[in-house]
């Protein structure tokens, strides 16, 4: 007999609206057809799949918001299953299971100072605890953001940065590897944008998504400034398929990246070769 509450069978959502982030990544709002929200955590993934094509993970870009019914995706064109999402027009139909995995510890931050370090598309996950932390301004401390994208072409959510920019209670500090002619900003690595911030090491909390090359240098530099491992919160990207914990697809030295992560706070993994 069909069991219609297997964790494998996806709950439809339809496509609302799609807005290019750069050329090759795009901003995707679903609602789920049964109206309920996501009711995810900042740093959650879900499992998307388009009929006929396939299934692939997304961490999810949007804050949970109680009016918001809506949920944001950002994807890079890469493969099948996200060629096959940039062809979707609006009104069309993907399957979702999840959300799944741990996320950032929205408790543990109230009160405290935010440091933010996004590299590449490492911004589309924190995305979803800065904007959580925005519409509760109040309870958070100094949110400094900093920003290392390959070359300007690949700089994603342009519009939202410029905004935040003009605060004067967020900083926002951007840096490309390879400049063009139109760049005007810092040029070089991530780590070339620590310098340039000041922070109260005990009251700072770290919150890092990237690729792993840029984890090594930018935690050796966090432990330099004196923030301490157990203040150091990353996401881990493996290869997933069942997204539950029963695959072993994920594995990073006995942990499931899908359960166990993808965040995990860096004294749990400082260990793990494999890790980072
Ligand atoms: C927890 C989690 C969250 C993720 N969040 C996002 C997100 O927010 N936005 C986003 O764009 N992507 C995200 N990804 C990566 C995304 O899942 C892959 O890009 C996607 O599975 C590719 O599917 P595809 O069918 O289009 O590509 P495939 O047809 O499976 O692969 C096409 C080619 O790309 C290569 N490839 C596939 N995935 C990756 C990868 N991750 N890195 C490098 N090369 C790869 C393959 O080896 C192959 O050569 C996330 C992955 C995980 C595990
Ligand atoms: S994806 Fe199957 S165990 Fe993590």
Redesign the pocket.
């Known amino acids: 007999m069909k069991n219609k509450f297997s964790p494998y069978v996806p709950r439809l959502a339809t496509l609302k609206s799609k807005k290019k982030l750069s050329d090759y990544?795009t901003l995707f709002r679903f609602e789920q057809d049964n109206g309920r929200p996501l009711a995810h955590s900042p740093g959650q993934?879900i499992q998307v799949s388009i009929f006929g094509?396939?299934e692939?993970?997304?961490?999810i870009?949007s804050p949970p918001i109680r009016e918001h019914h809506y949920f944001e995706?950002?994807?890079?064109?890469?493969?099948?299953?996200?060629?096959?999402?940039h062809n979707l027009k609006p009104g069309d139909k993907i399957g979702v299971r999840g959300p799944y995995?741990s996320s950032f510890p929205m408790q543990k931050f109230i009160g405290k100072d935010m440091l933010f370090i996004a590299g590449g598309?490492g911004f589309?996950?924190l995305r979803s605890v800065l904007n959580y932390m925005i519409r509760h301004r109040d309870e958070y401390g100094k949110i400094m953001l900093l920003v290392g994208t390959r070359n300007p072409k690949e700089r994603i959510f342009i519009d939202q940065l410029e905004e935040m920019s003009k605060r004067e209670d967020i900083k926002v500090l951007e840096t490309v590897d390879v400049p063009d002619e139109t760049w005007k900003g810092n040029v070089g690595v991530i780590t070339t944008l620590l310098p340039k911030i000041t922070i109260e090491p005990e009251n700072t909390y770290v919150a890092m998504v990237g690729p792993p090359i840029m984890y090594k240098f930018v935690i050796a530099e966090c432990k330099k400034m004196g923030i301490s491992e157990d203040k150091i919160f990353v996401?881990l990207?493996?290869?997933?398929k069942c997204g539950l914990g029963k695959c072993g697809h994920?594995q990073i030295n006995g942990l499931s990246?899908?359960v166990d992560?993808?965040v995990f706070c860096y004294t749990d993994i400082a260990s793990l070769e494999e890790a980072i």
């Open positions: 990544v993934f094509i396939g692939a993970p997304f961490s870009t995706i950002a994807v890079r064109k890469i493969g099948s299953v996200t060629t096959a999402l995995g598309l589309i996950p996401s990207e493996r290869r997933m994920c990246c899908c992560g993808p």
